[in-house]
């Protein structure tokens, strides 16, 4: 091994669903879950969950296996206004094999700056996963 860490690839189809993800017309939550192909490095959708709620995205997650959330969310505001801010949560759970923590850890970066996301956060259980969580990290 050369020391490098591998970043996966994310193909031009994949930006443009990502792109067109992030400029959708949505009033309710919306979440796309993506994992690297293991034997292509490649960045790929696993699953797109829409108008759902934080409990239906846990139910899709492996429980060791690492996954990028990337979350249109529904947040209520204290004064009435509702806004759809644009996150990434980086799922990592704990005794997940390493080389795809720092396969997964190596690709974010890339990941972030091709969304444009200014709000990106990581949890290691599934656990940590709630509305409170997110409403707390993006109000």
Do not use: W
């Amino acid at each position: 091994m050369s020391g490098a860490i591998a970043i996966c690839h994310i193909s031009d189809d994949l930006k443009k669903t990502l792109r067109a993800f992030r400029f959708q017309k949505s009033s309710a939550t919306n979440v796309i879950i993506l994992k690297v192909d293991r034997e292509s490095h490649d960045l790929v959708i696993e699953e797109h969950l829409e108008d759902c709620d934080i409990e239906e995205v846990k139910d899709e997650l492996p429980s060791q296996q690492p996954r990028y959330l990337l979350i249109s969310y529904q947040l209520k505001h204290s004064d009435g206004r509702i806004s759809y801010p644009l996150c990434l949560v980086f799922y990592s759970p704990t005794g997940c094999h390493p080389e795809q923590q720092m396969l997964y850890a190596g690709s974010r970066n890339s990941l972030v700056q091709e969304c444009e996301l200014t709000k990106n956060f990581e949890i290691r259980d599934l656990d940590e996963l709630s509305a409170e969580y997110l409403d707390s990290k993006l109000l």
